[in-house]
């Protein structure tokens, strides 16, 4: 797939997402920092992530308050999408704010994500570790069979050697 700017690449693991993050020169450092940080608790399968502010804050060294005001940045330059979460609490009338559901624009750093290749990928990778493995297995099957003839042809060597009469012993 490509892009005005560059073709995408994709997504296999989030740390090319990080990687993604922190080679985009475009990025001001700040902001950098932020989106590497919650890229690290990204969960590739659901395309999110849901750290709280106070976990980011840990990651990035940056305070909560002033974290706040770079998710908004990083919203406003459109390469985060923040949702909140709410969860209906017992006993309480309004549901309760939880960690936001951060999700990147995937194309702004080069990056596409599909199921279907990923998975496809996967199982690629799968079958040729299989295969490797099996081919090893097979290799050492083969090897101690080739020993065990080995060791059967020098027995029968010493066998033969031991039964041939020798010329210089006297008959009797």
């Known amino acids: 797939m490509t892009t005005k700017k560059h073709t995408l690449t994709l997504l ?33 399968s659901n395309q999110c992530a849901f750290p709280s502010r106070a976990q980011i804050s840990k990651r990035t060294g940056y305070c909560t308050n002033h974290i706040t005001t770079l998710i908004k940045q990083a919203v406003e330059m459109g390469v985060l999408v923040s949702t909140p979460q709410y969860v209906l609490v017992p006993g309480e009338s309004a549901p309760r704010q939880t960690s936001n559901k951060y999700e990147f624009v995937l194309e702004s750093f080069g990056l596409f994500f599909s199921k279907a290749k990923a998975l496809l990928n996967r ?4 079958k040729s570790t299989n295969q490797a493995t099996n081919e090893r297995e097979a290799k050492k099957r083969i090897d101690h069979i080739d020993t065990i003839l080995n060791d059967d042809s020098d027995s029968l060597n010493t066998i033969t050697t031991l039964k041939k009469p020798t010329d210089s012993a006297p008959p009797t």
């Open 12 to 44: 296999q693991h989030h740390h090319e997402l990080t990687n993604a993050i922190a080679c985009d020169r475009e990025l001001p450092r700040q902001i950098k920092t932020l989106l590497v940080g919650i890229s690290t608790f990204f969960n590739l």
């Open 123 to 126: 199982n690629l990778r799968q």
